[in-house]
């Protein structure tokens, strides 16, 4: 089955900075790579996502990147804002119908 | 208001003791999982459901069980031979299957074995 690694566990940064999170995936099957924010005590909610046709995908502060060949995606959050604290999943399909989710990175934008 | 509704928001069990938690939705979609969240671990699949009178296990199922006997409604049974059943639980639906759209889940209920 699919395996997906997340990096890192935690990240601080600056009000105004990037944050970028990492994952790797296992399956070469896998073909859609969703991103969800969880707030603490809510529940997770897409953010964005990128499917295996495309390299690259952006949403206004957000942006995803996938390179199939190295079996790995990202996510980048520029212009970090106190609203951006949260837990954030990776998650990749692999050849079946389910998502397997990373461990989760805990963001923290301080002022 | 469309969404997906889970129940209770809170539980406690006794060592020994079923214990069935209830997802609910009325968005009309086909999929529905069942996620177990533990710090440090992300969302790990237990069960899910492609369609009514259907489902698989996922990563985790043993010492759960489920049903889907309306397209609305997949309940989760937590059994006794569950070893670590204190969690986290988050019920999700999609409208088709997991490659062509996202999840939304509800609020999740928090089991608590005593």
């Known amino acids: 089955g699919e395996n997906v690694e997340q990096h890192p566990s935690t990240l601080s940064v600056q009000e105004g900075d990037s944050a970028v999170i990492k994952c790797t995936y296992s399956?070469?099957?896998?073909?859609?790579f969703p991103w969800y924010k969880q707030e603490l005590g809510k529940r997770p909610q897409l953010i964005i996502d990128?499917?295996?046709?495309?390299g690259e995908k952006k949403d206004q502060r957000i942006a995803v990147t996938l390179n199939k060949t190295a079996k790995h995606f990202s996510l980048h959050i520029t212009e970090t804002q106190p609203e951006d604290s949260a837990v954030y999943f990776c998650?990749?399909?692999?050849?079946?119908?389910?998502?397997?989710f990373g461990t989760g990175t805990q963001l923290k934008v301080e002022l | 208001d469309g969404g997906i509704t889970q129940s209770p928001k809170y539980l406690f069990r006794k060592e020994g003791q079923n214990v069935t938690l209830s997802c609910e939705q009325n968005?009309?979609?086909?999929?529905m999982y069942w996620y177990r969240q533990d710090p440090g671990q992300g969302l790990r699949l237990i069960y899910y459901s492609q369609i009514v009178n259907d489902f698989q296990k996922g990563d985790i199922a043993e010492g759960y069980s489920v049903s889907r006997e309306k397209k609305e409604s997949f309940p989760l049974t937590v059994t006794s031979a569950q070893k670590n059943p204190t969690a986290f639980y988050l019920c999700a639906s999609s409208p088709q299957g997991l490659n062509t759209g996202e999840l939304f889940f509800g609020e999740g209920s928090r089991l608590t074995v005593l």
């Open positions: 968005l009309n979609h086909d999929a």
């Open positions: 990128i499917r295996s046709n495309v």
């Open positions: 399956d070469s099957a896998s073909n859609y």
């Open positions: 998650a990749g399909t692999g050849g079946g119908n389910k998502l397997t």
